[in-house]
């Protein structure tokens, strides 16, 4: 029955988890965004911010007069995502970098070149994702969205940590935001099959990085506090989201979402507020360890609190992106 808990499971808990949000969605309203503060001469980078709730996410903060590195793989619409805030808005600035998460050697060269800029870096937005991916590696050999969703994040959150740290001050953190999702709750995490070596399901392997990332988080969290740094780490969950992330749909499930995206999906910009909140709210600040859903605190699932869990992700982790373990 092995292909019942490599294929069928995890399918099946993915769905419910996506039935259980879009209930949500039918009943509530998406979260509406207060008056945030205003964010002149503060640096966000925003991954994954060319499209979707990335570039409603690099608007909004440009809009509030933050100077917003766009940091995606696909350099054409990255520069036509700048172009378009730039005629938008005439605050803040908003750039256009090279990185592609798939790539641990592009995750080094971006740090670096952020860097060379001598530039503060006070939010750190982790949005960049991919889902249902059939199959496929990244370049260092690792499965795609364990690789691109959660690995390349946690490399580059690590090698900007210097540089958030410095930026941050009591009273004024600089803000790691994740986003995870609600397949997340579904996801289960096997650290001796990471790379879906053993058996491969596209839909356990996207639980899997975004459970990854709720972990990785809470551990982030827990570090930054023992240290006393200036900085805060919180995971967001957008909800149901009508965003390109769907390509992958097999096309009767892409026929059958298109009338269900339309009535209960929220917009890339509904689904975006709650990452703007975490990345700016006044009431937020300090704040840190925290799933956010719809603008509030929620619990997330019972494994992602799971503290030794969280401990030997991190050192598998630094293992395999070569960083030292301490
Ligand atoms: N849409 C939803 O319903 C939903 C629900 C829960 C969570 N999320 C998460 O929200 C985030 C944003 O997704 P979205 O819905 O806006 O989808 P999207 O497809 O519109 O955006 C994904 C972004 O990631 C970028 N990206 C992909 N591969 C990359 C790589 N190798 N290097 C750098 N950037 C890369 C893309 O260029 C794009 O800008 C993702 O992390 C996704 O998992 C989305």
């Known amino acids: 029955m092995w292909w019942l808990s490599c294929f069928l499971l995890p399918v099946v808990r993915l769905y419910l988890a996506g039935l259980k949000v ?7 309203r998406s979260f509406a965004l207060p008056v945030l503060p205003r964010q002149d001469g503060r640096v966000a980078i925003v991954t994954g911010g060319a499209r979707g709730m990335g570039l409603e996410t690099s608007r909004h903060l440009a809009g509030l007069g933050m100077h ?18 730039q005629q938008e808005t005439d605050q803040g600035k908003v750039e256009f970098m090279y990185l592609d998460l798939a790539s641990l050697k592009s995750v080094r060269q971006f740090v670096q070149r952020f860097k060379s800029k001598g530039l503060p870096l006070h939010v750190l937005i982790n949005n960049a994702g991919v889902m249902l991916v059939p199959e496929r590696k990244t370049e260092d050999g690792f499965e795609l969205h364990f690789g691109l969703n959660y690995l390349g994040h946690f490399l ?41 070596r053993s058996c491969y399901c596209a839909h356990g392997a996207y639980s ?7 972990l990785f988080t809470y551990h982030l969290q827990d570090r ?83 503290e030794q869990l969280q401990g030997r992700l991190w050192m598998q982790s630094c293992a395999l992106v070569g960083l030292q373990k301490a």
Do not use: W
């Open 208 to 214: 899997q990085s975004k459970l990854a990332l709720v």
């Open 68 to 85: 917003v590195v766009i940091a995606g793989n696909e350099e054409d619409e990255g520069l036509a995502a700048v172009k378009k805030i």
């Open 22 to 28: 879009l209930l949500y969605q039918l009943l509530n």
């Open 156 to 196: 580059l959150t690590n090698l900007l940590l210097d540089t958030l740290r410095k930026s941050g001050k009591s009273g004024q953190c600089s803000r790691i935001v994740t986003i995870s999702s609600a397949t997340h709750y579904g996801g289960r995490l096997d650290l001796n099959n990471l790379q879906g």
């Open 224 to 306: 930054l506090c023992a240290q006393g740094d200036p900085v805060t780490a919180n995971a967001v969950d957008p909800g149901m989201v009508d965003t390109d992330l769907y390509e992958n749909l097999c096309s009767p499930a892409q026929l059958a979402k298109r009338p269900v995206a339309k009535l209960l999906f929220r917009t890339p910009a509904e689904g975006a507020s709650t990452a703007i909140y975490a990345a700016t709210a006044a009431e937020l600040e300090g704040a840190g360890g925290l799933y956010l859903y719809n603008g509030r605190k929620t619990e997330s699932s019972v494994t992602s609190y799971d």
